[in-house]
């Protein structure tokens, strides 16, 4: 999730939150978010976490 610079934008959700680190998130939803960000970060070093929320 990103949160813009301005706060004016800013809208409130209700749902559930799941987070994985990256060696631990499901291959799919990997799989989805390298394609659609055109990057892979399991393949980056360090560690990450994928939040994923389900409204």
């Known amino acids: 999730m990103a949160v813009p ?5 800013l809208v409130g959700l209700q ?3 799941e ?3 990256n060696q631990d998130v499901p291959g799919a939803a990997a799989e989805a978010l ?3 960000f055109e990057g892979d970060l399991r393949a980056e070093e360090g560690s990450f976490a ?4 389900v409204l």
């Open 15 to 17: 749902g559930e939150m």
């Open 50 to 53: 994928y939040v994923r929320l």
């Open 19 to 21: 987070w994985f680190l």
């Open 34 to 36: 390298a394609a659609r």
């Open 5 to 9: 610079r301005s706060f004016a934008g």
